[in-house]
């Protein structure tokens, strides 16, 4: 089983946990979580939680690169770093204790060049054969949007199965290569098919226009309801289990991993849908994104349910 990781746009994540956190105040943490960031990066992180590993590419620059480099290695991350000049970015989650309130404040990125998004395609193409592969999150400023798809293409081409995370026009235009894989929330899906999807039973309706996408496999998550999972003329759909969240900033990256390992394993559907949700559940149970503990996740994948719609 092998996974390949792309976060073009990888930033320092900082999670801040603040009691009684507010605008135009003065706080003090009470505790701090200071890692590798960017989706991509949180989803290798996540398969690792799971007891798998994930490789990561992306572009990094200046000290802020150097600490993100430094921080994935600490968690045992193998990468491919594409080196840029300018300062890679940070991003800083402030999480309310007694509200439970998630703030999160994202850098937009250090803008690139063609020649630079040119090395980055280069570094992807070599580890890329015969993976299962993400790309995951924004682009930073100056991304060519056509070159990205054409990196897409050239991966669905050479890989057991390539899906997407993205979102606005990032998605829009990643879903127009044949053969891309996306997992979605709700909201991003239904600004795409012009139709509110508040909740899986709206699922039906909406079921025509999101076939009419033409993609092979889609994911759509409903955030703590569950998530569904559109495959071979198929509908499953996994209900989340009530659990006592503290920060959900990171959960969609863990559910990302626990799919991701479900199909690499070679898993059936509603096991990997399982696996996925269970993930992005423990996730919310600690303060970091795409971290959470064994014990959490199994206790919460024995009260996954997952039925076919």
């Not at 802020?64 to 994935?72: S, V």
């Amino acid at each position: 089983m092998a996974i390949l990781t792309v976060t073009p746009n990888a930033a320092i994540d900082r999670t801040l946990l603040v009691p009684g956190f507010r605008t135009n105040g003065v706080f003090r943490e009470t505790q701090r979580d200071i890692r590798a960031g960017g989706k991509g990066i949180n989803v290798a992180r996540a398969v690792a939680s799971l007891g798998k590993q994930a490789e990561c590419c992306g572009f990094l620059g200046g000290w802020t690169g150097k600490y993100i480099a430094e921080l994935a290695q600490r968690d045992h991350l193998p990468s491919h770093w594409t080196w840029i000049e300018g300062e890679s970015r940070s991003c800083t989650i402030i999480v309310d204790s007694e509200t439970r309130d998630n703030t999160v404040i994202n850098e937009r990125g250090t803008p690139i060049t063609s020649q630079d998004w040119e090395r980055l395609t280069e570094e992807v193409r070599q580890h890329v054969t015969n993976k299962y592969v993400c790309f995951s999150g924004s682009l930073p400023p100056g991304s060519p949007l056509d070159k990205y798809n054409e990196l897409l293409g050239y991966c669905v081409e050479n890989s057991r199965c390539v899906w997407v995370d993205a979102s606005g026009n990032i998605l829009e235009s990643a879903l127009k290569v044949p053969g891309i894989k996306a997992k979605v929330n709700h909201h991003e899906i239904g600004t795409i098919i012009g139709r509110t999807i508040p909740g899986p039973s709206y699922l039906s309706s909406a079921i025509p226009l999101l076939r009419a996408l033409g993609l092979q496999e889609l994911v759509i998550t409903f955030g703590s309801r569950g998530a569904a999972f559109l495959t071979q003329g198929e509908v499953w759909f996994a209900a989340s289990p009530p659990v006592d969240a503290l920060c959900a900033v990171g959960s969609g990256d863990s559910f990302f991993a626990g799919l991701l390992v479900g199909q690499a394993s070679g898993l059936p559907v509603p096991d990997q849908l399982k696996m996925a949700t269970a993930a992005g559940a423990a996730n919310t149970l600690t303060l970091g994104a795409g971290f959470f503990t064994l014990p959490d996740y199994e206790n919460i994948l024995a009260q996954v349910h997952v039925e076919q719609l």
